[in-house]
Nanobody, 116 residues
Framework: QVQLVESGGGLAQPGGSLRLSCIASVNIFRINAMGWYRQGQGKKERELVAVITSGGTTNYADSVKGRFTISRVNAQNTVYLQMNSLKHEDTAVYYC?????????WGQGTQVTVSS
């Protein structure tokens, strides 16, 4: 069974940075698009934050453009989300996902809290 494990969440001050990692239990050549969603406290739905395709094409939510960068290192079976210039509204649980041919895989989530 394919698993995704996130790490790197925690507490950051406004204007600070964090880097999230998502490690897959299989070679990510076998996974198509990978990315990150987030869900803020009290919100019903997850918001797509960033996605990167197997070919390296990226897309971002308007709210994070210019501040977040998604990258994919196939040799490490890892997807990263570099988050800079963090804002209070970035506080959420961040979930990594990967799309295979017939299914979407989710990680367990990692909490990011932006507070002074």
């Amino acid at each position: 069974q394919v698993q995704l494990v996130e790490s790197g969440g925690g507490l950051a001050q406004p204007g600070g940075s964090l880097r999230l990692s998502c490690i897959a239990s299989v070679n990510i050549f076998r996974i198509n698009a990978m990315g990150w969603y987030r869900q803020g406290q009290g919100k019903k739905e997850r918001e797509l934050v960033a996605v990167i395709t197997s070919g390296g094409t990226t897309n971002y939510a308007d709210s994070v453009k210019g501040r977040f960068t998604i990258s994919r290192v196939n040799a490490q079976n890892t997807v990263y989300l570099q988050m800079n210039s963090l804002k209070h509204e970035d506080t959420a649980v961040y979930y990594c996902y990967g799309d295979r041919a017939y299914s979407r895989i989710w990680g367990q989530g990692t909490q990011v809290t932006v507070s002074s």
